[in-house]
């Protein structure tokens, strides 16, 4: 049984900083695919960040520079480091895997307050 637990989503001011984090179980990590989406109030949800097994990355080009996907196998956890956060990052993010198809976590909220 695949799970993906998130955490470390809360409330935060504009310019402000949080760390998500995201613990995988039921999966060989190291040869998965991880990433992080999100979906704010009425949108679909969209890509953040992702990195590859191999540890390449690609992001959202609104969060380019503020945002850091990073993982740790030793863990099976990957990371978001998001800075200079802006009220537009506001939503539900949730943690993906993938190899052959897509898993997902529950999501955790962020908000970021002007």
């Known amino acids: 049984q695949v799970q993906l637990v998130e955490s470390g989503g809360g409330l935060v001011q504009a310019g402000g900083s949080l760390r998500l984090s995201c613990a995988a179980s039921?999966?060989?990590?190291?040869?998965?695919?991880m990433g992080w989406y999100r979906q704010a109030p009425g949108k679909q949800r969209e890509l953040v960040a992702r990195?590859?097994?191999?540890?390449?990355?690609n992001y959202a080009d609104s969060v380019k520079g503020r945002f850091t996907i990073s993982r740790d196998n030793a863990k099976n956890t990957v990371y978001l480091q998001m800075n200079s956060l802006k009220p537009e990052d506001t939503g539900v993010y949730y943690c993906?895997?993938?190899?052959?198809?897509?898993?997902w976590g529950q999501g955790t909220q962020v908000t970021v307050s002007s």
């Open positions: 039921g999966i060989i990590f190291s040869t998965f695919a």
């Open positions: 993906n895997a993938f190899k052959w198809s897509d898993y």
């Open positions: 990195i590859s097994w191999g540890g390449s990355t």
